[in-house]
C-alpha cells in the first residue's frame, strides 16, 4: 500500500503529471496585441463576483521550450478586472497544446485551459500568431518590431481565475473559488519590441473570442521574457451562491 506521504503532488500519485508551483518559464518568445473593446464586451465574459476595470484587451501567443512543466505553446486572451480592492486581469480563454500545462493550470489555479493548435512564425517583417480549434481559426494576431517597448505599457496585473471543480457524488456540491495569482515576468535586455499589430477572430459559439470585438488596435508586441506562477490567493468562496 502506497501510503499518503508517499503519494507525488499530482495525480498519477506513483507518477505525477506536473511539480508544485511556482513553475518557471525561461527566454521564451511571446507576441501580444493590445486593443480597446466596448467595456460591455468585458462585461459579458466576466464571471461574478469581477467587474470590468477598463475596456483594453491583451492577446498572448507563446512558444515555451525551457519550463519546469516541459515545453509548450500558449495562447490566452486578457480582459481588465476588478473584485473589491483586487486589480487585475481575468483571461476568459486560454489555450495550451499539451496536457501537463492544461491539467495543471486548471487543477491547481482554475485556469480555463483547453487543447487547441497553436502557432508562432516569422514572415517577412511580421510576427504571425494563430490559435486553431476543429478547423476553426479562432484567434489570428499580426505584429511588427518597430521600436524598443517596455513590460510596464502593457496593462496587465494580477491574474484573477475561477477555480471549479465539479462534485464526485451526485449530491456533492462543486468546488468553486476565486483565486488571485501574481506572477513575476521580466524581459530580455533588448529583446522587447513594439509596432503596429492586428487581431482577427473567426467566429464560434464553442470558442466565442470574437465576443471581444476590436474597437481600435493600440499597439502589437514580441520579445524574449521569462515568467515565475507562485501559488495563487483564494480571495473568494462560492458556497454561498
Same mark, same amino acid.
Request: proline share 7%.
Given at each position: 500500500?502506497?501510503?499518503?506521504?508517499?503519494?507525488?503532488?499530482?495525480?498519477?500519485?506513483?507518477?505525477?503529471?506536473?511539480?508544485?508551483?511556482?513553475?518557471?518559464?525561461?527566454?521564451?518568445?511571446?507576441?501580444?496585441?493590445?486593443?480597446?473593446?466596448?467595456?460591455?464586451?468585458?462585461?459579458?465574459?466576466?464571471?461574478?463576483?469581477?467587474?470590468?476595470?477598463?475596456?483594453?484587451? $491583451?492577446?498572448?501567443?507563446?512558444?515555451?521550450p525551457f519550463t519546469n512543466q516541459g515545453s509548450g505553446k500558449e495562447a490566452?486572451?486578457?480582459?481588465?478586472?476588478?473584485?473589491?480592492?483586487?486589480?487585475?486581469?481575468? /483571461?476568459?480563454?486560454?489555450?495550451?497544446?499539451? /496536457? $501537463?500545462?492544461?491539467?495543471?493550470?486548471?487543477? $491547481?489555479?482554475?485556469?480555463?485551459?483547453?487543447?487547441?493548435?497553436?502557432?508562432?512564425?516569422?514572415?517577412?517583417?511580421?510576427?504571425?500568431?494563430?490559435?486553431?480549434?476543429?478547423?476553426?481559426?479562432?484567434?489570428?494576431? @499580426?505584429?511588427?518590431?518597430?521600436?524598443?517597448?517596455?513590460?510596464?505599457?502593457l496593462p496587465f496585473g494580477p491574474i484573477f481565475s475561477v477555480k471549479v471543480?465539479?462534485?464526485?457524488?451526485?449530491?456533492?456540491?462543486? @468546488?468553486?473559488?476565486?483565486?488571485?495569482?501574481?506572477? /513575476?515576468?521580466?524581459?530580455?535586455?533588448?529583446?522587447?519590441?513594439?509596432?503596429?499589430?492586428?487581431?482577427?477572430? /473567426?467566429?464560434?459559439?464553442?470558442d466565442p473570442t470574437y465576443i471581444l470585438e476590436v474597437k481600435r488596435v $493600440?499597439?502589437?508586441?514580441?520579445?524574449?521574457?521569462?515568467?515565475?506562477?507562485?501559488?495563487?490567493?483564494?480571495?473568494?468562496?462560492?458556497?454561498?451562491?
Open positions: 500500500m502506497l501510503k499518503v506521504k508517499e503519494w507525488g503532488y499530482s495525480n498519477p500519485v506513483i507518477s505525477p503529471l506536473y511539480p508544485s508551483p511556482p513553475l518557471y518559464w525561461i527566454d521564451f518568445q511571446v507576441q501580444l496585441v493590445v486593443y480597446e473593446t466596448d467595456i460591455s464586451n468585458v462585461e459579458k465574459l466576466l464571471p461574478y463576483p469581477l467587474e470590468p476595470n477598463g475596456n483594453k484587451v $491583451i492577446t498572448w501567443i507563446s512558444d515555451e490566452a486572451i486578457y480582459v481588465q478586472a476588478r473584485y473589491k480592492d483586487y486589480v487585475g486581469v481575468y /483571461e476568459p480563454f486560454l489555450y495550451v497544446n499539451s /496536457e $501537463i500545462p492544461l491539467c495543471g493550470g486548471r487543477e $491547481i489555479w482554475g485556469y480555463c485551459k483547453k487543447i487547441a493548435n497553436i502557432s508562432l512564425h516569422f514572415e517577412k517583417e511580421q510576427v504571425r500568431g494563430e490559435v486553431e480549434r476543429v478547423r476553426t481559426k479562432i484567434m489570428k494576431c @499580426l505584429c511588427i518590431r518597430e521600436v524598443p517597448a517596455k513590460l510596464e505599457e471543480i465539479p462534485g464526485a457524488a451526485e449530491d456533492e456540491p462543486p @468546488l468553486r473559488q476565486l483565486v488571485l495569482t501574481e506572477g /513575476e515576468m521580466t524581459a530580455k535586455e533588448g529583446m522587447f519590441y513594439k509596432g503596429k499589430g492586428s487581431v482577427d477572430y /473567426e467566429r464560434s459559439e464553442i $493600440i499597439a502589437g508586441y514580441y520579445g524574449i521574457l521569462s515568467f515565475v506562477l507562485p501559488h495563487g490567493k483564494i480571495i473568494y468562496r462560492y458556497e454561498d451562491v
